[in-house]
């Protein structure tokens, strides 16, 4: 079974710059998560969908951050415009099922983007 | 915000003693994960414990969840260098049913 693909593995860029990830999670997976891990800290969710539906955006920046989840699959996460805090480790994940991965069980983490804002 | 704090946000062990990473949690939980991370990768699945369970085994780890007093622990027994990694518990709220990590703590096994 493939596991959650994210792309770009890295990403450097200037500040006031804008970027976007890419995230497609396991095959049938309903429940998709974004996730802010800022180096020595542990991740803070940022955004969650249900399959094309947003469950819980309460913590994501949203005069700079967006996200999308077409046809409740593939996601995409943009930042525009960057700052130099949004340095972090952007991790997504899914999960089979629920309104929240806990009660469906544990979610399955990609490999993470790491962004670079200089 | 951070619902689970670990303690110790750092351990330094040698290989072959038992590692034991503690997590206490604010509000009421429908379960407790706990997961792994190694430099530079995404999150891995350990172990799930549920509110009504006391204690959870799979293979050399051990969870313990005691809801009166917030707080799990997740212990390694014969550590191994492999085991060097961060760990993170994880409590899926019942008032939010958001699931919430913790800041983590880091291990470091010596061969």
């Known amino acids: 079974e493939a596991g959650v693909a994210q792309s770009p593995r890295y990403k450097i860029i200037e500040k006031r710059q804008s970027v976007a990830f890419w995230c497609n999670p396991i095959?049938?997976?309903?429940?998709l998560y974004w996730y802010q891990q800022i180096l020595g800290q542990g991740p803070k969710l940022l955004i969650q969908f249900q399959n094309n539906g947003v469950v819980d955006d309460s913590q994501l920046p949203k005069d700079r951050f967006s996200a999308e989840r077409l046809k409740g699959v593939d996601s995409t996460l943009k930042i525009q415009p960057a700052k130099l805090e949004d340095s972090a480790v952007y991790l997504c994940?899914?999960?089979?099922?629920?309104?929240?991965?806990?009660?469906?069980?544990?979610?399955?983490f990609g490999e993470g983007s790491r962004l670079t804002v200089l | 915000s951070q619902q689970g704090e670990e303690d110790p946000q750092a351990l330094s062990i040698q290989e072959g003693e038992n590692a034991t990473m503690n997590c206490s949690y604010k509000t009421s939980i429908n379960n407790l994960q706990w997961y792994r991370q190694n430099s530079g990768r995404g999150l891995v699945h350990l172990i799930l414990?549920?509110?009504?369970?006391r204690e959870k085994h799979s293979g050399r780890l051990r969870v313990t969840l005691d809801t009166s007093k917030k707080s799990s622990s997740l212990l390694i027994t014969a550590s191994r260098a492999a085991d060097t990694a961060s760990y993170f518990c994880?409590?899926?709220?019942?008032?939010?049913?958001?699931?919430?990590f913790g800041q983590g703590t880091t291990l470091q096994v010596k061969p």
């Open positions: 414990i549920r509110s009504n369970e």
């Open positions: 095959s049938g997976h309903a429940t």
């Open positions: 994880a409590t899926d709220a019942v008032d939010t049913g958001k699931l919430i």
């Open positions: 994940a899914s999960s089979p099922g629920g309104l929240a991965g806990g009660r469906g069980g544990e979610l399955f």
